[in-house]
Every structure is written in structure tokens, then in C-alpha cells.
């Protein structure tokens, strides 16, 4: 009964760093999204993707990459982490995306130092 | 635009009834959400609604919306202290059908003192 799960729970990285924060789901879902969440804000969409090898922009996707290489994995990369990617970040998954319940990872707290 | 505001701290004591409001600016927003995060977990769906609805009611959970003034409230009745979280609002319109966006407002902390 897994849901969604991402790895690693917390991160400190240095400035100018790359990381992967990783996301796995085992309910065979079409729809894939990841998420950032700073304080004031509510959660801001980066990326999403509709289908194994289907990704597209998010509305702050700057400094980001991700691929959706099967169904169940959807990574985010970080290229070179500056300070303002300090967050708390969130994975997602819907059926599709339109289904009304999206299922969320517990978060992957990162900071960059 | 899209956009969604919520008030940012609510307190209440333990067995009053909470009322946490949310306001929107997509007249074609379809669905409202409301999730809860707790401390250090993810968001968890609490409950729905679809446009055309003007209430729903789960349990404790009662939320009204109000299309003309593009108002949701979820009010938690007989609050315990199990309910202090960050309660999220969120809509999605047939704009963001494609990209299964939602758009969440900042979030809602409430306290509940015993």
C-alpha cells in the first residue's frame, strides 16, 4: 500500500551542486506532477507529465528537469542548485488529469546553502 | 486570472467548530478541493466539491460554496486536537484540464488548544 513515495526525505546541498530527488508510484497512474511549496506561497506546479515519455513545463520550471522514462518513475532534477530552490518539494500522482484525487509523496525538504 | 487567497492562522479551542474560508477568482473553476498537511507529511484529500454544488457534507466536514461570490468554507465541527494542520484550497477549471494543474491557495494553519 505504498501511494506515492519520494526520496530522500531531506537535503543540504551546496550552491552550483546537482542532485535527483526521486518519485515512485505503484498504482499504475498516467499522471505524474512535482510540486514546490514555500512558506505564504501554497504549492506551485514545475513539471508534469502525462504518460511515460510525455513531460512538459509546470508554471516555475526554471532550473528544473525531468524525464518519464516508465510509468512509475518521475524524477526531478536539480542542474546547478542556487538558494532560491530551497524548499519544501512535493510529488504527485492523479489516474489522469483530470481525476478528481491526486495522491501525494510526504515531501522532500531541500536546502541549498 | 487563477488565483486562490486564504487567511494564513486560525485558532480555536478544542470542541468549537472551525471555519476556514477561501476565496477564487476562476468563475470556470469545475472541482474545489480541500487537503490537510500535517506536520512533516504530505497532503492528504480531505473532501471536494463539484461546481454546481452549493454543500457537501462528510462527517465533521461541511463545506459551502457560494459560486456567485467565489467563496469556499470548510467548517470542521467539534474540533479535536488531531485537527491542528495546514488546511490547503485548491480549484481546477477546464483550462487546466490538460496539464492537471491545481491551483492551491497559501494555506490555512490551524491551532487547536486543548
Known amino acids: 500500500n505504498a501511494g506515492v513515495t519520494q526520496t530522500p526525505k531531506f537535503q543540504v546541498l551546496k550552491t552550483g551542486q546537482s542532485m535527483t530527488l526521486q518519485c515512485a508510484q505503484d498504482?499504475?497512474?498516467?499522471?505524474m506532477s512535482w510540486y514546490r511549496q514555500d512558506p505564504g506561497m501554497g504549492l506551485r506546479l514545475i513539471h508534469y507529465?502525462?504518460?511515460?515519455?510525455?513531460?512538459d513545463q509546470g508554471e516555475v520550471p526554471n532550473g528544473y528537469n525531468v524525464s518519464r522514462s516508465t510509468t512509475e518513475d518521475f524524477p526531478l532534477r536539480l542542474l546547478s542548485a542556487a538558494p532560491s530552490q530551497t524548499s519544501v518539494y512535493f510529488c504527485a500522482s492523479r489516474r489522469n488529469p483530470g481525476a478528481n484525487e491526486a495522491f501525494f509523496g510526504q515531501g522532500t525538504r531541500l536546502t541549498v546553502v | 486570472g487563477e488565483d486562490v487567497e486564504q487567511s494564513l492562522f486560525l485558532s480555536v479551542r478544542e470542541g468549537d467548530s472551525s471555519v476556514i474560508n477561501c476565496t477564487y477568482t476562476?468563475?470556470?473553476?469545475?472541482?474545489l478541493y480541500w487537503y490537510k498537511q500535517e506536520p512533516g507529511a504530505g497532503l492528504q484529500l480531505l473532501t471536494y466539491?463539484?461546481?454546481?454544488?452549493d454543500m457537501k457534507q462528510d462527517q465533521r466536514l461541511t463545506v459551502l460554496l457560494n459560486k456567485k461570490d467565489k467563496h469556499l468554507s470548510l467548517r470542521i465541527a467539534d474540533t479535536q486536537t488531531g485537527d491542528s494542520a495546514i488546511y490547503f484550497c485548491a480549484e481546477t477549471s477546464p483550462r487546466s484540464s490538460n496539464t492537471g494543474k491545481l491551483i492551491f491557495g497559501q494555506g490555512t494553519t490551524l491551532q487547536v488548544k486543548p
Open positions: 507529465s502525462v504518460g511515460a515519455g510525455i513531460t
Open positions: 466539491i463539484f461546481s454546481n454544488m
Open positions: 476562476d468563475s470556470s473553476s469545475t472541482y
Open positions: 498504482m499504475n497512474h498516467e499522471y
